[in-house]
């Protein structure tokens, strides 16, 4: 069975880090074409980041120089590195695998001021 499962969220004061893990299981290749997104209450599911099988990253213009997406084949798992930690980076952080078409069950990031 097919599974990603996220870890890596908490707590952090404006301007802290944190770092996101998706790991993958049931099909190794998953871990390609994978994407990050997120969802605070009230909004809507948004884009943050991707990581496609050719390499090619991509980023939601709010968190560009800030968030660094990233990946260990032999661990299949995805990461997101995200630092200058904003309050409005707030949310229900999701991965998704577009080769399995999954979504993970979200990991909370709260920033406070």
């Known amino acids: 069975q097919v599974q990603l499962v996220e870890s890596g969220g908490g707590s952090v004061q404006a301007g802290g880090s944190l770092r996101l893990s998706c790991a993958a299981f049931?099909?190794?290749?998953?871990?390609?074409?994978m994407k990050w997104y997120r969802q605070a209450p009230g909004k809507e599911r948004e884009f943050v980041s991707g990581?496609?099988?050719?390499?090619?990253?991509s980023y939601a213009d709010s968190v560009k120089g800030r968030f660094t997406i990233s990946q260990d084949n032999a661990k299949n798992t995805l990461y997101l590195q995200m630092n200058s930690l904003k309050p409005e980076d707030t949310a229900m952080y999701y991965c998704?695998?577009?080769?399995?078409?999954?979504w993970g069950q979200g990991t909370q990031v709260t920033v406070s001021s």
């Open positions: 990581l496609d099988s050719a390499g090619t990253t």
């Open positions: 998704k695998s577009d080769t399995c078409t999954r």
């Open positions: 049931g099909y190794r290749y998953c871990i390609y074409d």
